[in-house]
């Protein structure tokens, strides 16, 4: 089928939204869904021309239906084959809650940051040197900080809204931080620590391996993503952990997977939603985690 065949059927299959019948509009609500995000500009156009709230519903729950299956299995894809590179990770969530999202934009801001710390890196650099150079570029020069928890908006866990205005969650910040260094061979990994999201610099004497390789003896400091990339040992975590009065678990010490970090990122997405009121989000994004699984 020619694509100006494609788009007479689909619009045509637009036109018959109306459909009183719950089990016929249920058939052309799916022949609809499997063009995928070809139909959105047509059912947008279609949205706009509505005037009765049941074809305004269905209209726009569709267009919503089309672009959480492509995150989906945007997101499914890379879990199963891409999850080495964290960026683009970001770049899914980010387009959950921005749909319209400028991705060439932001790879640009991305790797014009990225070029910055590598025109001031080289090998003969300590590990701590090294981190100086990232801190200096992404904190001084970028002026990146974190959010004060209590202003924290779901925004704030967003690539654009980190990139725009310079600030975001911990874990936000971190995941940008972390994909700065990996792409630049620097092995700077997350650590999922209780209520907590630093990272750690592992043994840069060897090639970059995953994060389920590393051991603890590896680890050379650990990062207050928060705190201007400030570096800090075990101990300041041990000391956290006896003041939180929680147990002590390993993964608190370990550099832990993207998948991780990801799902860590869509359960805190989950509940700044739920602060909102913002339950269908906050479900949606709960089926988002299985496929990272």
């Known amino acids: 089928m020619t694509d100006n065949n494609k788009i007479k059927e689909l619009s045509a299959l637009i036109s018959m939204m109306d459909e009183p019948s719950e089990v016929n509009y249920n058939s052309i609500r799916e022949k609809i869904a499997s063009y995928g995000k070809t139909a959105i500009p047509l059912l947008e156009d279609a949205w706009m021309k509505a005037t009765r709230e049941d074809d305004i519903d269905r209209i726009g729950k569709l267009i919503d239906e089309i672009r959480f299956n492509d995150i989906y299995f945007a997101l499914e894809n890379w879990a199963k084959f891409h999850s080495n590179d964290l960026i683009e990770a970001f770049f899914i969530l980010t387009r959950f809650q921005y749909p319209e999202l400028d991705e060439d934009k932001y790879r640009q801001v991305f790797d014009r940051i990225k070029k910055d710390i590598w025109l001031e890196i080289n090998e003969n650099l300590t590990a701590l040197e090294k981190v100086k150079v990232l801190n200096h570029i992404f904190y001084d020069v970028y002026k990146f900080r974190g959010e004060i928890p209590q202003q924290t908006k779901i925004s704030d866990y967003c690539l654009n809204h980190v990139m725009d205005n310079k600030k975001g969650t911990a874990i936000a910040l971190g995941i940008l931080y972390i994909s700065l260094a990996q792409k630049l061979n620097i092995p700077i990994f997350g650590v999922d620590l209780h209520q907590h999201f630093v990272l750690a610099y592992m043994d840069d004497n060897q090639p970059v391996k995953s994060p389920e390789e590393y051991t603890e003896k590896e680890i050379l400091f650990y990062i207050a993503i928060v705190n201007k990339g400030a570096a800090f040992t075990k101990n300041e975590i041990e000391h956290y952990i006896k003041k939180a009065d929680i147990s002590s678990k390993p993964s608190y010490f370990l550099p832990c997977s993207n998948l991780i970090i990801i799902e860590r990122m ?23 985690i299985d496929a990272l699984r």
Not at 267 to 281: G, L, S
């Open 266 to 288: 869509v359960t805190e997405m989950v509940i700044m939603h739920r602060v909102d009121d913002n339950n269908d989000k906050a479900e949606m994004l709960i089926k988002l």
